[in-house]
């Protein structure tokens, strides 16, 4: 009988809140968050390679999607808002993490085969 490997379930349920989350980047922008942790959190259990680019990504995520609804709170930037444009690049890391992320999902995709 074949162990149950439960790293490799929430590997998977990673990648799935990841890829919803991405439907709608900023609805799903927490689900985005938590796909990239629990994914960080299981590479750093396996030990993987990859560990420290799926930890500077989750870092970066996060950082942005926190700043993103603290700018939402304050009723955004630009146009008529009181902030200005330049309050945008701390909203930079998020879009910047993503990518990055994607690319490295699908590396490791593609060198599987």
């Keep these: 009988m074949k162990k149950f490997d439960w790293k490799k379930v929430f590997y998977i349920f990673g990648i799935v809140l990841f890829c919803v989350g991405t439907i709608d980047p900023l609805e799903g922008s927490v689900l985005i968050v938590f796909g990239s ?7 750093k259990r ?17 950082f942005g999607v926190i700043f993103l609804f603290y700018l939402s709170s304050l009723g955004g930037f630009g146009g008529t808002s009181e902030l200005s444009w330049w309050w945008g690049l701390l909203i930079l890391p998020y879009p910047i993490g993503w990518l990055l992320q994607v690319i490295l999902l699908l590396m490791r995709a593609i060198g599987r085969k």
């Design 37 to 43: 942790i629990i994914l960080t959190f299981i590479t």
């Design 46 to 62: 396996n030990n993987d390679r990859h560990r420290k680019w799926f930890m500077l990504n989750a870092v970066l995520i996060t």
